[in-house]
């Protein structure tokens, strides 16, 4: 029998796995009024989502210095987490999603998750679907370097043992796909998210998908060089 070589496919989680921005905005808007900031449209917000967040706080307030942010993203977590103990937090899964999972699982792939959450975020979010099992490697930007950098991608694949070349980043925004890059991995965009679809393929995508099956065709696909 031929040795078939571990496989490992990693999701970014907001606007890939779960659709949060409704969640993000209303913390980012209440962090920013805490703080007196004009508060930032909800495109604004979405356009930085998947950055580490302190980056992300900068972005939408470029007066705003590093040390600052990081104020300003201990609001945010705040926020997050009482709206959270308030049964206010709406995270579906994408449609389809549970279906890419269990065909990936089936055909022996190993899944990871590297995302700019928190592990506590991300914990509670996966909960809330009961997948944190699903994915035997958790990335967050808590315990890494954050996109685009590439940490998060080597931790992932050094904790699975996959090599880069087995391995395929899946993500929403440019972040994702340079963050594949940076690591010599290669990578497929979803264009359900927060980016445009163009901006995925300038920045490297390997193809951008419009559906669940189609991303699992994609994904399937990628295991037969
Ligand atoms: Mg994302």
Request: aromatic residues 6%; proline residues 3%.
């Amino acid at each position: 029998m031929r040795d078939t070589p571990l496989r490992l496919a990693v999701f970014d989680c907001d606007g890939t796995l779960v659709d949060s921005q409704h969640s993000i905005v209303a913390s980012m808007h209440a962090a920013f009024a805490h703080h007196g900031f004009d508060l930032p449209s909800a495109e604004t917000v979405r356009r930085v989502v998947g950055l580490p967040l302190d980056v992300a706080i900068r972005r939408l307030a470029p007066d705003v210095d590093e040390a600052f942010s990081l104020e300003v993203s201990e609001t945010y977590k705040a926020s997050f987490f009482q709206l959270r103990q308030a049964g206010g937090v709406v995270e579906p899964l994408f449609d389809g999603i549970e279906a890419v999972l269990d065909s990936l699982d089936k055909a022996g792939w190993l899944m990871g998750v590297a995302t700019g959450k928190s592990q506590r975020g991300l914990v509670a979010t996966l909960n809330q679907h009961n997948l944190l099992r699903r994915f035997v490697t958790h990335q967050t930007a808590d315990i890494a370097q954050g996109k685009p950098h590439p940490d998060m991608m080597f931790k992932a694949m050094t904790e699975t043992g996959v090599l880069a070349l087995h391995t395929v980043m899946i993500g929403d925004t440019t972040f994702d796909i340079e963050m594949a890059k940076n690591a010599g991995v290669q990578s497929i965009g979803v264009a359900w998210g927060y980016h445009e679809r163009t901006e995925l393929l300038d920045a490297g995508a390997t193809c951008v998908v419009s559906t669940a099956d189609e991303l699992t065709e994609a994904v399937l696909a990628m295991a037969q060089d």
